[in-house]
């Protein structure tokens, strides 16, 4: 490591924390309804909205209306995401002639974007037009984000309401998270992005001559736009295939540092609207270092390992040489405009949030530095998280951590003066055992399964065959697809092929399940926790917003990832870094 990556780090990381308490503050009023300063310009659209949509502002849903309203709304932008794809020939804005997307891709497509995972088994440039990118997959990436803030404002209400029967109304909340807060922040963004160089036009694609006499395809397009959402959304779908690697879409130092804040903006801020809404902000500063922890545990994981690079390397034409640091460190994947401290950093904030936008490519890591966003994703991305999913998928940790001090002690765990009693815990280990059997399960299928690749079953091949790499990295490649698809992530290990029948299927499946079968559950604890009357603190209470508090909840959020995935990351990056160090590699 270099004291220069060391400080940008630094930096971010003050940024940050100075950021998220305005910002928290700020949504803590608009989803209590409170004015804002916002309230003179977005107050009259707002009602207007209301008006038109026949929503009754003032009408608040039990938890199993409001668990309806996410499921309702998400099918239905499901299925116009998919039609959009299948008659986008036919549409307008499609200066290329690019023809309908395929059945299975077209499924997997708006899966993805529905949950929020933005998982991209196609070449963007050449597989979407400018009408589906801009409508249906640039609105999912504020309708998903804003249906995952209002999921975990509704949990919220479930700790700060008492002997009550509903969690407000998801329409409100959902109308108000996009006006409010993720569209002022995407045009702030996408301006600062156009500033620093990315485009943002409906021009035919640019053709041009290489010095070897080639003709080479440069696209253009609506990408600041779209790039700025999937930031803040933490979406993370990419216009371009090369993602945030490409200059277009990530065109400098800045726009880099940028993108990184704007991915982790919206969940620390939501960790001090927390606070503010059960009238105890050191709660939420809580949960804000156990993220930071943890956060920073992954960080300095991933840059020393890409520092340090493949010590094979190191020993070619050095033969005399003491270290086996890798000359220049693992450059291998990575922009030299951003380095490896700056693709190291984007690697851990990607993969703790659920974002999956790159700036460089994640096959390419060292073992270690591989490790961790598959680590990331599989302790449920709770590290700061997705917009909303975050701070949910955090508090279902919580939950499970005063139960567990509850047990040490013999005393009924509560939290925030709120008893956990034997639903709450059902329901949250409910929604973690649905992360696991959904990543396990479908990663040990996609890892013996055959399958024809035009989607007939004759000759079926083996799904292996799909993979860039054999032995331990293969498994990777297949446990990262999965882990990426259920933690709604979007990033992948790009060595697997998955556009075929059989992987966009079980794929789309697992995105599904990984953000619908966790939503149930969760509201279901919120409906119960917010029927619950105030436990009068006592000398027997143990406190959720202190040191030995946060350490538990670090504590847990490893065990029960490690616990859990361990058997597996063994078979994959764990014994890979070892056969690295003996001069065993893997093609």
């Given amino acids: 490591m270099t004291g220069n990556g060391i400080l940008q780090i630094a930096l971010f990381c003050l940024v940050l924390l100075a950021l998220a308490k305005p910002l928290g503050a700020y949504m803590a009023k608009v989803f209590s309804g409170e004015r804002t300063w916002m309230h003179r310009v977005l107050r009259p659209v707002e009602t207007v909205i209301y008006k038109v949509c026949g929503i009754d502002e003032n009408g608040e849903q039990h938890w199993t209306r409001?668990?309806?309203?996410?499921?309702?709304?998400?099918?239905?932008?499901?299925?116009?995401?998919?039609?959009?794809?299948r008659i986008q020939q036919w549409l307008p804005l499609n200066p290329q002639g690019l023809?309908?997307?395929?059945?299975?891709?077209?499924?997997?497509?708006?899966?993805?974007?529905?949950?929020?995972?933005?998982?991209?088994?196609?070449?963007?440039?050449?597989?979407?037009?400018?009408?589906?990118?801009?409508?249906?997959l640039a609105t999912h990436n504020f309708w998903s984000a804003a249906a995952g803030i209002a999921v975990a404002i509704a949990f919220v209400r479930g700790f700060s309401r008492h002997s009550a029967k509903?969690?407000?109304?998801?329409?409100?909340?959902?109308?108000?998270?996009?006006?409010?807060?993720?569209?002022?922040?995407?045009?702030?963004?996408?301006?600062?992005?156009?500033?620093?160089?990315?485009?943002?036009?409906?021009?035919?694609?640019?053709?041009?001559?290489?010095?070897?006499?080639?003709?080479?395809?440069?696209?253009?397009?609506?990408?600041?736009?779209?790039?700025?959402?999937?930031?803040?959304?933490?979406?993370?779908?990419?216009?371009?295939?090369?993602?945030?690697?490409?200059?277009?879409?990530?065109?400098?130092?800045?726009?880099?540092?940028?993108?990184?804040?704007?991915?982790?903006?919206?969940?620390?801020?939501?960790?001090?609207?927390?606070?503010?809404?059960?009238?105890?902000?050191?709660?939420?500063?809580?949960?804000?270092?156990a993220m930071s922890i943890l956060f920073l545990a992954g960080v300095f994981v991933v840059y020393p390992s890409e520092q340090a690079g493949n010590p094979n390397l190191a020993k070619l034409g050095l033969e005399t040489q003491a270290s086996a640091t890798q000359p220049g460190g693992n450059m291998e994947g990575k922009e030299v405009r951003f380095g490896i401290a700056n693709s190291a950093l984007f690697t851990v904030v990607t993969t703790d949030a659920s974002c999956g936008a790159v700036n460089n490519f994640h096959d390419s890591l060292t073992p270690l530095g591989g490790l961790v966003p598959l680590v990331n994703?599989?302790?449920?991305?709770?590290?700061?998280?997705?917009?909303?999913?975050?701070?949910?998928?955090?508090?279902?940790?919580?939950?499970?951590?005063?139960?567990?001090?509850?047990?040490?002690?013999?005393?009924?765990?509560?939290?925030?003066?709120?008893?956990?009693?034997?639903?709450?815990?059902?329901?949250?280990?409910?929604?973690?055992?649905?992360?696991?059997?959904?990543?396990?399960?479908?990663?040990a299928w996609g890892s013996v399964a055959h399958f024809a690749k035009d989607g007939y079953i004759n000759p079926p091949g083996p799904t292996t065959a799909n993979l860039n790499n054999n032995g331990p990295h293969g498994l990777s490649e297949i446990l990262y697809t999965y882990t990426s698809a259920v933690g709604n992530n979007g990033s992948a290990f790009a060595g697997i092929n998955a556009n075929t029948p059989f992987f966009n299927t079980t794929i789309g499946i697992a995105m599904l399940s990984g953000r619908f079968l966790m939503l149930i559950p969760l509201l279901a604890a919120a409906g119960s926790l917010a029927q619950k009357k105030l436990v009068p603190v006592s000398a027997g209470t143990f406190p959720t917003h202190g040191p030995l508090f946060v350490a538990l909840l670090v504590g847990v959020v490893v065990i029960v990832g490690a616990l859990t995935f361990f058997p597996a990351l063994s078979l994959g990056p764990i014994v890979e870094h070892f056969f690295m160090h003996q001069g065993r590699l893997w093609s």
């Fill in 66 to 85: 409001y668990a309806g309203a996410v499921l309702v709304f998400s099918v239905v932008g499901l299925l116009f995401t998919y039609l959009l794809q």
């Fill in 99 to 136: 023809g309908n997307v395929g059945t299975d891709l077209a499924f997997n497509t708006a899966a993805s974007f529905t949950t929020n995972t933005n998982w991209q088994s196609y070449v963007p440039e050449v597989t979407m037009s400018y009408f589906t990118q801009m409508i249906g």
């Fill in 166 to 289: 509903t969690l407000g109304s998801f329409w409100v909340d959902f109308t108000r998270a996009n006006l409010y807060v993720l569209l002022p922040l995407a045009v702030v963004g996408a301006l600062l992005l156009v500033s620093q160089g990315a485009i943002q036009n409906f021009d035919h694609y640019t053709k041009a001559s290489t010095l070897e006499g080639a003709v080479q395809t440069i696209p253009q397009g609506p990408l600041a736009s779209q790039e700025a959402i999937k930031m803040i959304g933490t979406n993370g779908g990419g216009f371009t295939n090369a993602n945030s690697a490409h200059p277009y879409e990530n065109p400098t130092p800045f726009s880099n540092f940028l993108q990184m804040l704007y991915i982790f903006i919206i969940p620390a801020g939501l960790t001090y609207t927390f606070g503010k809404m059960v009238k105890d902000t050191r709660q939420g500063w809580a949960l804000y270092a």
């Fill in 377 to 443: 994703i599989e302790l449920g991305e709770v590290i700061f998280g997705g917009v909303g999913s975050g701070l949910y998928g955090i508090l279902l940790f919580a939950i499970l951590a005063v139960f567990i001090a509850g047990l040490m002690v013999g005393r009924t765990p509560e939290y925030l003066g709120k008893k956990i009693e034997q639903k709450e815990v059902k329901m949250v280990m409910l929604a973690v055992m649905v992360l696991a059997f959904t990543i396990l399960g479908f990663a």
